[in-house]
């Protein structure tokens, strides 16, 4: 069997600070006999003098286009767009399996170069049980900006911090908030439920039961919503534009943390891009004011903390690597994509 070899890639997106793998979990994957070779990157959060120090090759950023053949490449989100055909398998978070914007084209970069994408959001157990993810500091964040910019207390643009200095500016907030949490028992609920909590905040906590048949006028009494359900089939929404127009709405802030906007799966359908570092919120109606804040790289806030997370699950399944369990119905939900687009091996140029 060869040896696997692990590049980590330098993330382009400048606001991400995030890496799969951390220094200390990059020695004991080298201790396990993994080369790994990690590309410098000016913003992510660990120097790249800490992976020098476990035992890991140094590469120049971007240069993942031209390692060899069998290295499989390591990130987090999305690549840049050149080169249009992708030739190695890569490991990170495609979106590219619920027709989001750009899907289709990432899928045929792949097709064009025979490359595979093992998509980190489909790393998951026999019973379907996500095995690596950023989710309880996605709805810690999500939660944690709605209650400081709900009252008056968000600073913009946004800058990374640490867990204890957004603790401190959550419990340095006063005021009674009526606050709601739909998918209150996945990871991102409890992250949104104890971010409330540190800020004083006892939210009322939704799932299967609550959203099976939503109460929509019950949703829109409260001032401040975090939705953090992913769904992976058509649901009816749990918001409409015509929801946001009633004259009941006491809805003032609302916090999207799975942001599947652009995707037939979004559950709430009211907005049609994403906001971001510079501009976190954006006002949705004026009269009575709703302002929503979806930031689809919400974990990147607390680079250390989510990171430390992140890779400590990650490193079992990347020591088992190969092309079963896990791993393999990560290959087989990217094959069954391509299939879904028409996309199959007869279609690849010869060689």
């Not at 980190?120 to 400081?148: K, P, Q, S, T």
């Not at 534009?241 to 009633?246: A, I, M, R, S, V």
């Not at 302002?291 to 430390?308: G, K, Q």
Request: hydrophobic letters at 40%; proline letters at 7%; charged letters at 25%.
């Amino acid at each position: 069997m060869n040896r696997l070899h692990l590049w980590l890639r330098h993330e382009t997106r400048t606001t991400e600070r995030r890496t799969p793998i951390v220094p200390s979990d990059a020695r004991r994957l080298i201790e396990s006999g993994v080369t790994l070779t990690v590309e410098e990157s000016p913003q992510r959060i660990f120097p790249v003098e800490a992976y020098e120090e476990a035992g890991c090759q140094v590469a120049a950023a971007g240069s993942w286009v031209s390692a060899p053949q069998d290295a499989v490449i390591v990130g987090l989100k999305e690549l840049p767009d050149e080169p249009t055909e992708l030739t190695h398998r890569h490991i990170f978070f495609g979106h590219a399996y619920k027709g989001q914007p750009g899907a289709e084209a990432l899928l045929r970069r792949f097709a064009a170069g025979g490359g595979e994408l093992l998509d980190l959001e489909y790393l998951v157990d026999e019973h379907g049980r996500r095995l690596a993810a950023f989710g309880f500091w996605a709805g810690y964040l999500g939660a944690a900006l709605a209650v400081l910019h709900h009252r008056g207390g968000l600073r913009t643009p946004l800058v990374p911090t640490t867990r204890e200095e957004m603790q401190a500016e959550l419990r340095s907030g006063k005021g009674e908030l009526s606050a709601l949490v739909i998918g209150a028992l996945g990871r991102s609920g409890r992250g949104a439920c104890t971010a409330l909590e540190e800020a004083g905040v006892e939210p009322t906590c939704w799932d299967v039961a609550e959203t099976r048949d939503l109460d929509r006028r019950a949703l829109l009494a409260h001032e401040l919503m975090v939705n953090t359900v992913l769904t992976t089939s058509p649901v009816p929404p749990f918001l409409t534009d015509k929801d946001l127009d009633g004259p009941d709405r006491r809805l003032r802030t609302l916090a999207d943390v799975t942001v599947d906007v652009g995707s037939p799966m979004n559950v709430l359908p009211i907005y049609d891009t994403t906001t971001d570092w510079e501009h976190p919120v954006r006002r949705l109606r004026e009269q009575p004011p709703l302002d929503l804040i979806a930031i689809d790289n919400l974990p990147s806030l607390l680079p250390r903390e989510a990171s430390t997370d992140f890779s400590a699950a990650l490193l079992p399944q990347l020591e088992a690597f190969g092309t079963d369990g896990p791993w393999g119905r990560c290959l087989a939900r990217f094959h069954d994509a391509n299939r879904e687009l028409g996309i199959d091996k007869r279609e690849l140029p010869d060689g």
